[in-house]
């Protein structure tokens, strides 16, 4: 039996004019109606004709489908994952209010939607504060002059996941398929020839766009997942920097170095999201059970490359494992870090001996598992690896490290790693802690400080194995 069923479009409608830098007074000319009429479609207050949509699809070349579906579905499935927050969990909202909230008052749902993610950012900052110990650091009450901690917090709120980024990614990944290579992407579409040169030729360089003479140079000793991922970067930034720069546009960075890094981290988020588009690669960890050796040759990527991807797949209604991810040397040095699993990282100071992430460098090209129990009773599955950069010729500087992919209890069941080794339990967990001036673990031989708040034992009496004693009080 036929419906009548309204298309509203409103929320994907005023991005679609967003991101192509658009007035509702030029999309209004574009497709011949007024701009109150563009007003009240991006407000929800009118339903999108089919008229207007075949309009919108020739005018701006688009896929009638991505405009064709339900309009407010991202948007409530993002305001669905945001009432998850335990916050909210004494508050019984049902998902047909959320529709409706998203479905009429889109604005408004915008509006929490930001105020939320102010409100994480402001949480991660006060937390960056509270471990330093100093949460008066300046007037502004902000750690303003740490641009990497600014950074981290703009993904962390963000659970380093960018819907956006993915969606455009995506379409610019379908372009680039219609050609034989990246390369030949490059030429028929910039008019640039990538060419593949020696590192005394790059003098220092792994890239370089050289507009005069309309080349793109790489470093040939790269391997070839590290070439095609600077082809892909190199057209992030070529072609999706207005969509970086909107995205971008929602932090407020108190310093240039901030921003700078976080621009890096998002060109970086959509050169992966070309190589490994959002739809295909949810698709495919699903059938790989998050094998990442396995995706990383599906894809043509590095272990790491593929590892760094599994912590984005949190698009609203398509959302797939939540992960952290972190990546040492050998010093202990956090080079990066990504939280979608809300594991309590240490912020400052080293983190915990007993994570085999530590102990990745002693076995090359292994991957070694691990459940981990943290003081509070949180358990987590983990898999580190140690990993390579650099090298590619004889003499040339390699960098070693080691990363690690984890997820909560409740999701370490549709990972292959824990179905692979039934003496590997959960029951079999190793006791860590976030760091050890915050790990209350007394007996722990390794710990290298004590925590704060108890009192250290004199030893003029009695030594204790563990390398500190502590008064009960």
Known sequence: MPTDRRLYVGPALRRLRRDRGLTQADMAADLEVSASYIALLERNHRPLSAEILLRLAQTYQLDMGLLARDGGSDQAARLHAVLKDPMFADIDITGLET?????????????????YTAYREEQLALADRGAEGR???????????DPVAESRRFLAARRNSFPSLDDAAERLAQAVAEHD????????????????????????????????RRELLLDDALDSASQNFQLALQLAYLELTPAIDAVLAEGDFATENGERLTRRALASYVAAAVIMPYAAFARAVETRRYDVEALARQFGVSFEQAAHRLTTLQKPGQERVPFFFIRVDAAGNVSKRLDGANFPF?????????????????SPGQIL??????????????????????????????????????????????L???????GLGVDTATPIG?????????????????PIGRQILADDIRRPSAPFGFSDG
């Open 99 to 115: 529709a409706d909230v998203t479905t009429n008052f889109p604005g408004v749902t915008e509006v929490l939607l930001r105020l």
């Open 135 to 145: 949460a008066a650091d300046d007037g502004a009450g902000r750690d303003s002059a």
């Open 181 to 212: 290579s990246l390369s030949a992407y490059f030429k028929d579409r910039h008019g640039l020839r990538v060419r593949r040169l020696p590192a005394t030729v790059m003098v220092g360089s792994v890239r370089r766009l050289d507009q005069h």
């Open 346 to 362: 240490a912020r400052h100071g080293g983190g915990c001996p007993l994570w085999s992430v530590h102990q990745a460098f002693r």
């Open 369 to 414: 598992t691990q459940w981990l129990e943290l003081p509070d009773g949180q358990r987590f599955f983990s898999i580190a690896r140690a990993v390579t950069a650099g090298g590619g010729a004889f003499g040339a500087p390699r960098i070693d490290r080691a990363v690690a992919l984890g997820c909560a209890e409740e999701h370490a069941h549709r």
């Open 416 to 422: 292959i790693y824990t179905q692979t080794q039934p």
């Open 434 to 450: 976030v760091t050890c001036r915050l790990c209350h673990r007394t007996e722990c031989a390794a710990r290298s400080a004590p």
